[in-house]
Antibody, heavy 120, light 110 residues
Framework: QVQLVESGGGLVKPGGSLRLSCAASGFTFSDYFMTWIRQAPGKGLEWISYISSSSRTIYYADSVKGRFTVSRDNAKNSLFLQMDSLRVEDTAVYYC?????????????WGQGTLVTVSS | QSVLTQPPSASGTPGQRVTISCSGS????????VYWYQQLPGTAPKLLIY???QRPSGVPDRFSGSKSGTSASLAISGLRSEDEAGYFC???????????FGGGTKLTVL
């Protein structure tokens, strides 16, 4: 069965860095666009990044452009999000998800999420 | 980035039919498919409707989606207590090269 498991969240000071990972299993990871979506406490969903199956196409939300970097390792079935210059407003649960239709918003499987807290 | 517009809350009694709207523009809903997600308290979102009106296997036919122009709707008929959750619409925006989510609608079953 398809599984996505995020890790790497935690408490970090403003201006700091964190690297999130998402381990995928149960499907051919290298066939799919993957995405990161976050949800601030008590708030709605915010899409933040897409990476194509080959890593050739990458998109970012304006709110994280220039600070976050998405990458993947198809040999290890893993997705990553390098987060630099973190701000208090980046505090959220971060989900990885699979998009089965390319970059369309068709997120058919989600991980359980990992909490990132940015605070001094 | 802007969001798609949803009412923040909706409510109904068991057995009723409720609808949740999602309003966008020509660059997102007007030219791309709409997706709906259900988020039960304390859990990750779950795909509820894809490509405007298709249900994934396992989603009851009480849930239906529709789209017209730059707006979309999610309808839930035969409301049940377990439908109490947050509901989010989403669509790709070709002008922004981004996925936009609605702000979410919290459904309360009275």
């Amino acid at each position: 069965q398809v599984q996505l498991v995020e890790s790497g969240g935690g408490l970090v000071k403003p201006g700091g860095s964190l690297r999130l990972s998402c381990a995928a299993s149960g499907f051919t990871f290298s066939d799919y666009f993957m995405t990161w979506i976050r949800q601030a406490p008590g708030k709605g969903l915010e899409w933040i990044s897409y990476i194509s199956s080959s890593s050739r196409t990458i998109y970012y939300a304006d709110s994280v452009k220039g600070r976050f970097t998405v990458s993947r390792d198809n040999a290890k079935n893993s997705l990553f999000l390098q987060m630099d210059s973190l701000r208090v407003e980046d505090t959220a649960v971060y989900y990885c998800a699979r998009d089965r239709s390319g970059a369309r918003g068709d997120f058919d499987f989600w991980g359980q999420g990992t909490l990132v807290t940015v605070s001094s | 980035q802007s969001v798609l517009t949803q009412p923040p809350s909706a409510s109904g009694t068991p057995g009723q039919r409720v609808t949740i709207s999602c309003s966008g523009s020509s660059s997102n809903i007007g030219s791309n498919d709409v997706y709906w997600y259900q988020q039960l308290p304390g859990t990750a979102p779950k795909l509820l409707i894809y490509r405007n009106n298709q249900r994934p296997s396992g989603v009851p036919d009480r849930f239906s989606g529709s789209k017209s122009g730059t707006s979309a709707s999610l309808a839930i008929s035969g409301l049940r207590s377990e439908d109490e959750a947050g509901y989010f619409c989403a669509a790709w925006d070709g002008s922004l090269s981004a996925v936009l989510f609605g702000g979410g609608t919290k459904l309360t079953v009275l």
